[in-house]
């Protein structure tokens, strides 16, 4: 192993409590690194990361003349950054420091002490020889824009801008659909209180229309983001409403005067239950109110020869039917993604019959149906317009399930109650809730299922097995037969019902894959987006200066999202108030005097940050376009090329030091 | 390959696993907080991008004796730098051209998409190459590159 007489390394290692002590031989790890070139000082310490350990760290370098700390403990991930703190608050820059992660990568992963703390001591020598070779850097401070991007615009989109504007800061918000709300905008009532949805929730939605810090932009999707934290470059993609938004006053005079004269679309915004026509609004709050047409249905696209009575009823000229989307480029400092959840496709469970039986319902549909400005007026009857007599709730369709989706939905139970209760104010029918367990975790949601315990409603303890117009006796002839197993009187039963609701689970939104590319970040195991840590760092990104917040992040009901909103609105106030940011040194540099000139590195570079210089015939980059991927480095034949933080003699030093005993 | 070594139930491989920080450094941390136990014979040295990882890391990581080279990058299409995983895709596969040359198994080196999620498929990927290079046995690569040296 190279010796650097000049290193003095001082080493702890952390028992962090027992989750280290217990499966890695800490005493004997610091006996052993004790005696490694180099190492001035060895220890051992129960927490590392606490004060005392970290004032540890300070006298000892003081009293030992340390200038190379390492410390063993947990991932760097987790605690680079205190430790590193705690190296430049005992005088020594902060990249003399080197962590080695026995936690995640041992203690926590192995069964065997012997061999554990074999692999401890391996990886302790590697970061000691590493860090001899360590050089003194800075982080480059910049500034942070304090405008904010989100995406989003359903309840935890709209909290966030609102709370975020609210502090004098610019916001944009960018929603796909033509309208804001999310899916909050359908609901009628919500639980466990039973307030109207739309009373709390179009206030909402003017506020953030009227709010002067608020740029909305409606019917938007963002097409790419270049950039880093605090200095993100956002190309947006406004698509064409027809409609100039700023002319029309939203009067819908061109809604009636559609050469349509029956609406014979469905209707996206009452999932499918009416219908609508070529030019048209979502629904009558929907927020900006701006109508736009339909270039799927509109005949004027379809066939060019349409009159264009719409055009004509409006005394605005708001018409264009020329428009194309148009690109339009913000600066942003930091961006909030809030573009929440889809519902379970209830056709993925064929054996409840959605799609085949009419009467077979989602609760999504259901929800508008009880709605008072729903397709019928809040009027429930079935698709042959009579009133249902009895109606079966099954609760977890698509959540906690081996063939669907093995999560549990959180709000599912919860919908299920509600809907009981209003379909039941609204009907007077015998309704019967299938649950597996009731989950009412929540302030104010036990009581509230206790309450429907009182009203008459059934509950019945089982998995629903299927649904089926099979009758096996008068009783059941002309409707649907509900077969489940009743756990709890341990024997199966068939509910003959009139209406049928599935109460489907919280999906990852359809197109959360791409908007984790075009944001790079990352999405856990079942699609939702990942969270920086599941308990310290629930609305922040493994990418600086990108929150999450809503069902975006995972299943979750209105008070959590906007809780949440409310939590990264407050993360992404704070990068702001700090005014700068520091970035990693991480970027490489060529040294001129190695370099051959055969330009190899350039096209290799993603960020083109790598340029030629023709006069003095070498590459060059092109620091503040540099991201630190190390790419180049490793293709550079002449060795031209250093990326700091992960240099090659780094790096070899760690293999070196993690095999040559 | 030694059969006395390959017979040594105690003796377990040295892997030089190189992780990208984004995916599979992040995925070898849920491992680890989802206590899901895998062998202990992996060494990890974190890199930024798998596009960092020069061959001749490689190279001088057998050299050095190691059994066994792992190295974890985001799934093609999810590199946190667009495309350092594709690069080190290329140099994958001119690599084990190479060791295969010099006379060393190729199932010693392996290249896996492991994502920021896969903290399982991490502990399998693992256990895996475990029981590959327990069957193989210690890599001959030092002593050979030893007695060349004398
Ligand atoms: C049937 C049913 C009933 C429910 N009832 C209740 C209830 O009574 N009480 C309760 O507390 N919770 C209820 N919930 C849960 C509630 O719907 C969610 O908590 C809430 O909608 C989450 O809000 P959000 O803003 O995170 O997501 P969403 O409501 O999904 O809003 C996301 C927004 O982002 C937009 N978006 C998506 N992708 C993009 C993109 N790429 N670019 C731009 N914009 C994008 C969407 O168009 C949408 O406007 C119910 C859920 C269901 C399914
Ligand atoms: S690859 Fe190396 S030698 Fe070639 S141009 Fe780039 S820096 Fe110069
Ligand atoms: S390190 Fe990566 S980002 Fe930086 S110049 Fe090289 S290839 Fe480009």
Not at chain 1, 341 to 365: C, K
Not at chain 1, 399 to 407: A, F, L, M, Q, V
């Amino acid at each position: 192993m190279p010796i650097n007489d000049e290193a003095r390394v001082g080493f702890y290692i952390c028992h962090c409590g027992h989750n280290i002590a217990n499966m890695v031989d800490v005493t004997s790890v610091a006996e052993y690194a004790a005696k490694l070139p180099n190492v001035v000082l060895s220890r051992d310490y129960k927490y590392m990361c606490s004060d005392p350990g970290q004032e540890m760290i300070l006298k000892d370098a003081e009293v030992f003349k340390l200038n190379r700390i390492v410390v063993a403990s947990c991932s760097p991930l987790l605690h680079e950054n205190t430790f590193r703190n705690a190296t430049a608050k005992a005088g020594i820059n902060q990249f003399y420091f080197q962590m080695v992660n026995i936690r995640e990568n041992a203690s926590w992963v192995h069964e065997d002490k012997e061999l554990a703390t074999v692999k401890a001591k391996d990886l302790v020598r590697a970061a000691i020889s590493r860090v001899v070779f360590h050089k003194a850097l800075e982080k480059k401070k910049v500034p942070v824009n304090p405008d904010v991007l989100i995406v989003g615009g359903g309840i935890s989109g709209i909290s966030a801008a609102l709370n975020i504007a609210n502090a004098g800061k610019k916001v944009y918000l960018v929603e796909k659909d033509p309208t804001i709300g999310g899916y909050m905008a359908k609901f009628d009532k919500t639980f466990p209180t039973l307030d109207c949805a739309a009373c709390i929730l179009t206030p909402k939605m003017s506020a953030v229309l009227k709010h002067p810090g608020i740029t909305l932009m409606s019917y938007s999707e963002v097409a790419a983001v270049e950039g880093y934290v605090g200095n993100y470059q956002v190309k947006v993609t406004r698509k064409p409403r027809y409609i100039i938004e700023e002319k029309c006053v939203g009067c819908f005079a061109c809604i009636d005067a559609c050469i349509f004269k029956e609406a014979k679309f469905s209707d996206e915004f009452n999932e499918g239950l009416s219908k609508r026509k070529p030019v048209y609004i979502p629904f009558p709050q929907a927020t900006p109110q701006v109508v736009l047409i339909d270039d799927k249905t509109c005949i004027h696209f379809k066939t060019g020869k349409c009159p264009q009575s719409c055009a004509k009823a409006c005394d605005r000229n708001a018409f264009d039917f020329d428009q194309k989307p148009v690109t339009q480029e913000l600066e942003v400092g930091t961006i909030l993604l809030c573009t929440g959840f889809q519902p379970f496709d209830a056709a993925r469970a064929p054996y409840y019959g959605y799609g085949r039986y009419p009467n077979v319902y989602t609760s999504l549909e259901v929800e508008r149906l009880v709605n008072a400005s729903g397709p019928t007026g809040g009027n429930v009857v079935l698709r042959d317009k009579t009133r249902p007599k009895s109606i079966g709730i099954i609760h977890c369709v698509g959540s906690r399930d081996e063939k669907t989706n093995k999560w549990c939905s959180r709000v599912c139970c919860m919908y299920s109650l509600k809907l009981a209760h209003l379909l039941k104010e609204h009907t007077d029918a015998e309704i019967y809730n299938f649950y597996i367990d009731m989950r009412t975790p929540g302030k104010g949601y036990e009581e509230f299922y206790d309450k429907l315990l009182n009203e008459g409603v059934h509950f019945i303890r089982g998995r629903v097995a299927e649904v089926s117009d099979w009758a096996i006796n008068e009783h059941e002839k002309g409707k649907l037969v509900i077969r489940a197993e009743d756990t709890l009187i341990g024997m199966v039963r068939r509910i003959p019902v009139d209406m049928v609701v599935l109460a489907v689970g919280i999906e990852p939104g359809k197109d959360a894959q791409d908007i984790r590319r075009v944001f790079n970040i990352s999405c856990s195991n079942e699609g939702f987006f990942l969270e920086r840590h599941p308990k310290l760092a629930p609305v922040e990104t493994f990418t600086d200066g990108i929150f999450i917040a809503g069902a975006c992040q995972g299943p979750k009901d209105i008070p959590d999202s906007v809780a949440q909103a409310g939590a990264a609105a407050a993360q992404a106030l704070a990068l702001i108030d700090s005014g700068f940011v520091e970035l990693e040194p991480n970027t490489a540099f060529i040294n001129e005097e190695l370099c051959c000139g055969c330009q190899v590195c350039i096209n290799l570079c993603p960020y083109h940050a790598i340029t030629f210089d023709e006069t003095k015939s070498v590459s060059h980059i092109n620091e503040a376009i540099c991201k630190g991927c190390g790419t180049c480095v490793a293709a550079c034949g002449s060795g031209a090329i250093t990326q700091n933080l992960f240099e090659d003699q780094q790096i070899l030093s760690e293999i070196y030091g993690l095999l040559v005993e | 390959m030694s059969t006395i070594e390959n017979s040594n139930k105690d003796w377990s491989p040295r892997i030089i696993a190189f992780f990208c920080n984004w995916c599979t450094y992040t995925a070898s941390d849920l491992a680890g907080v989802s206590r899901l136990r895998y062998a202990p014979t992996t060494r990890v040295i974190r890199v930024m991008c798998s596009g960092r990882i020069d061959p001749e890391f490689v190279i001088e990581a057998f050299t050095q004796g190691a059994d066994g080279i792992l190295i974890g990058g985001c799934h093609p299409g999810d590199c946190h730098y667009s495309e350092g995983n594709y690069k080190c895709l290329r140099r994958y596969h001119l690599l084990q051209r190479v060791i295969g040359q010099m006379g060393i198994d190729q199932r010693r080196l392996r290249l896996e998409w492991i994502s920021a999620s896969e903290g399982k498929r991490l502990q399998e990927v693992v256990n895996e190459m475990t029981e590959t290079l327990r069957q193989l046995g210690p890599s001959p690569i030092k002593e050979v590159v030893q007695t060349v040296i004398k």
